[in-house]
């Protein structure tokens, strides 16, 4: 599988950035958890569970799908996390209302918990 496609693409609308995207406007960087796929999955699950407002779930061996969900207005961020064997934790976010990713978006979060 191509890297490019490992998460989902980003669309035209700037509501989304990833570690993945190819446009300089959509590329955030990857984060570095853990020496390896399972340390990276235990450190992030366990932030995740410690995040407030914050749902997510595992999926496969390699994936975890979140969902953040702002304080005020309750808009919801569905954020993926790829994490690769070396540990490298590939992401994506995107804002399900609205036109623009908030500062408050769950990609600020779990960067910043990390």
Do not use: W
């Amino acid at each position: 599988m191509a890297d490019t496609h490992l998460l989902a693409p980003c669309p035209d609308s700037p509501n989304c950035v990833s570690s993945l995207a190819t446009q300089a406007d959509k590329r955030v960087a990857p984060l570095q958890v853990g020496a390896d796929r399972q340390s990276s999955l235990k450190k992030l699950e366990s932030l995740l569970g410690n995040l407030p407002r914050v749902d997510y779930d595992v999926v496969g061996q390699s994936r975890i799908q979140a969902r953040f969900t702002s304080r005020v207005l309750r808009f919801v961020d569905d954020v993926t996390f790829y994490v690769r064997d070396n540990g490298v934790v590939e992401v994506r976010s995107a804002s399900r209302a609205g036109f623009r990713c908030q500062p408050s978006s769950g990609r600020i979060s779990a960067r910043a918990a990390i």
